[in-house]
Nanobody
């Protein structure tokens, strides 16, 4: 059974950093794609970043490219999202999503498995 569980959200001030983690069970990270999406109130779910394949190739949305960093620990089967220089517009529920093969996709509809989400709130 595949499960994804996010942790690490919280309330921070603009300019602060936060680290999200996604614990994955049911498939191996080195043969899959795991992504982070976010959804702010009244807005559509938005792609943030993914990491995929045996090498762990990262990809970022332009809005976070120079501030966020995705990484993974294959031994622990976790994917992390380090978020630096946070802005109020980064406020959203952050979701971890998984695909059990290494597809290069930033579209939410292409992901098969989802976590419950973790709230990130950035105050100005």
């Amino acid at each position: 059974q595949v499960q994804l569980a996010e942790s690490g959200g919280g309330l921070v001030q603009a300019g602060d950093s936060l680290r999200l983690s996604c614990a994955v069970s049911g498939f191996q990270l080195n043969t899959s794609t795991v992504a982070w999406f976010r959804q702010a109130p009244g807005k559509e779910r938005e792609f943030v970043s993914y990491i995929r394949g045996s090498v762990g190739i990262p990809y970022y949305a332009d809005s976070v490219k120079d501030r966020f960093s995705i990484s993974r620990d294959n031994a622990k089967n976790t994917v992390n999202l380090q978020m630096n220089s946070l802005k109020p517009e980064d406020t959203a529920v952050y979701y971890c999503a998984g695909k059990s093969w290494a597809a290069a996709t930033a579209q939410a509809k292409n992901y098969d498995y989802w976590g419950q989400g973790t709230q990130v709130t950035v105050s100005s």
